[in-house]
């Protein structure tokens, strides 16, 4: 199996100079790419039309979480950019995610998933603002809202995707950040699996970021990824 496009290389530059000096490197048929919050601020819409034009995938991840209207006209704004994927926070609730739905409801609009509990926090994290279930349940629940509104999946750990595809579409898509190949450091990541454990569990997407673009030399980085995965 190829894994190549199973890899989303998240591309966290603080400017796009760095961006595109380290894209010069990585070729797009070996992976996709992620921009977030950081570097589209910096840098907007014009480099994400840049990234796309050289031929790579774009997931646009900008968590979007407002009132159904401002979302749906911003997943509008961002699918005129040509972007392969998109996200919001499953927990804006459901007529949020149903206009979301609506606004992307047309042939060849980006995968649009659902963010369900940020890998960065624990259960002490959800206590903290009044969710008294754990993480996995409460990625249960925001799940089912996804799959209820018609998304095409859901950003979530690896440590859950075994218990989601049982209750998920098999065609829904599990995109799994907090991955960390082996000797790799987990940072500020709490629930982190290795690359190859997260696909033989159900991840279809794995998001991978410092461990890549912080490498002396990404492009081996990402060599060693796959070949760990294909291992």
Same mark, same amino acid.
């Given at each position: 199996?190829?894994?190549?496009?199973?890899?989303?290389?998240?591309?966290?530059?603080?400017?796009?100079?760095?961006?595109?000096?380290?894209?010069?490197?990585?070729?797009?048929?070996?992976?996709?790419?992620?921009?977030?919050?950081?570097?589209?601020?910096?840098?907007?819409?014009?480099?994400?039309?840049?990234?796309?034009?050289?031929?790579?995938?774009?997931?646009?991840?900008?968590?979007?979480?407002?009132?159904?209207?401002?979302?749906?006209?911003?997943?509008?704004?961002?699918?005129?950019?040509?972007?392969?994927?998109?996200?919001?926070?499953?927990?804006?609730?459901?007529?949020?995610?149903?206009?979301?739905?609506?606004?992307?409801?047309?042939?060849?609009?980006?995968?649009?998933?659902?963010?369900? @509990?940020?890998?960065?926090?624990?259960? *002490?994290?959800? +206590?903290?603002?009044? &969710? #008294?279930?754990? !993480?996995?349940? $409460?990625?249960?629940?925001?799940?089912?809202?996804?799959?209820?509104?018609?998304?095409?999946?859901?950003?979530?750990?690896?440590?859950?995707?075994?218990?989601?595809?049982?209750?998920?579409?098999?065609?829904?898509?599990?995109?799994?950040?907090?991955?960390?190949?082996?000797?790799?450091?987990?940072?500020?990541?709490?629930?982190? @699996?290795?690359?190859?454990?997260?696909? *033989?569990?159900? +991840?279809?997407?794995? &998001? #991978?970021?410092? !461990?890549?673009? $912080?490498?002396?030399?990404?492009?081996?980085?990402?060599?060693?990824?796959?070949?760990?995965?294909?291992?």
């Amino acid at each position: 199996m190829n894994y190549n496009k199973q890899i989303i290389v998240a591309l966290d530059f603080p400017t796009e100079k760095a961006c595109l000096d380290f894209l010069k490197n990585i070729d797009p048929a070996r992976c996709r790419v992620k921009v977030g919050k950081e570097l589209f601020t910096r840098c907007g819409p014009a480099l994400v039309k840049k990234i796309n034009a050289e031929g790579y995938d774009v997931f646009l991840d900008l968590k979007f979480h407002d009132i159904p209207n401002t979302v749906a006209g911003a997943l509008k704004a961002a699918a005129d950019l040509g972007v392969w994927m998109v996200n919001v926070h499953a927990s804006g609730g459901k007529a949020m995610l149903d206009a979301s739905r609506e606004a992307l409801n047309y042939q060849q609009a980006p995968l649009l998933i659902a963010v369900t @509990v940020l890998t960065s926090m624990g259960i *002490e994290d959800l +206590s903290q603002i009044a &969710v #008294i279930n754990t !993480p996995q349940q $409460q990625v249960q629940v925001l799940a089912s809202l996804a799959v209820n509104s018609g998304l095409d999946g859901v950003v979530c750990s690896a440590q859950e995707t075994d218990f989601l595809r049982l209750q998920c579409p098999s065609d829904f898509q599990l995109v799994t950040p907090g991955i960390r190949p082996s000797g790799d450091s987990a940072n500020d990541q709490k629930r982190v @699996v290795s690359p190859r454990l997260a696909l *033989e569990q159900g +991840s279809n997407f794995l &998001v #991978i970021g410092r !461990p890549i673009t $912080q490498a002396s030399n990404p492009s081996e980085k990402l060599d060693s990824i796959i070949q760990e995965i294909e291992a």
